[in-house]
Every structure is written in C-alpha cells, then in structure tokens.
C-alpha cells in the first residue's frame, strides 16, 4: 500500500476468487474492509476504497479506459513483479494465486 504517493488513491479489486461457496459472503472481505477504512483515516494524504466490477461494469468500462489513458501518458506507473513467456502463464497465475508475485505479472508473446 505504501506506493501511493501523497493525494493517491489505492483501489482493491479482483478479491471475488477469495469467496468460498461455504462461508458467509462478506467473510472474506471483512479484513479488506478493515485495511480500506484504517489507510483512508491515517494522516497520510492517500485513501482507500474497492472497485466491484460485477455491480458496476459500465463504469469499469469508462474506468478501464481512463486507467488506460493515464497508463499511456505517464501519470501512472505499475509495479512489474516479473514477465513470462506466454508457454509459462500456468506459473504466472500460480505466482499470483500464491501471493509471491508482489506486482504485476506480465505474460509477454
């Protein structure tokens, strides 16, 4: 979390692979919740908050977008853990199901 500079915004998304068909549904993002709401109130000039794209897929796409055009011009930059050819995209998602990737992880051609 610590990445976001001064008047950043970091945003949680893509935990739904964290839900299990045997708990409650908020059980796993009781902790998200938890970390979201201490990071907004720290006196730090950063905040918070989670991003559901199944409740909101029309704004994901305008998102998305915008991400996209901040991506191309420089305004924001993404951590790359590692790349791997396409042949190893098993250990990619491995990696990241695992936690071991501490960024993205690109699958390149």
Do not use: C
């Amino acid at each position: 979390m610590a990445d976001a500079g001064p008047g950043g915004t970091l945003v949680s998304y893509g935990v739904a692979a964290a839900l299990d068909a045997t708990e409650h549904r908020l059980k796993p993002f009781v902790p998200l919740f938890g970390r979201i709401a201490l990071w907004s109130v720290l006196p730090n000039d950063r905040r918070a908050t989670f991003y559901y794209v199944q409740r909101w897929p029309n704004r994901f796409g305008e998102d998305l977008e915008r991400v996209f055009k901040l991506l191309a011009d420089g305004s924001l930059t993404v951590h790359v853990d590692r790349r791997l050819p396409l042949e190893d995209a098993s250990e990619a998602l491995r990696l990241l199901d695992s936690g071991e990737a501490t960024g993205k992880v690109v699958i390149t051609p």
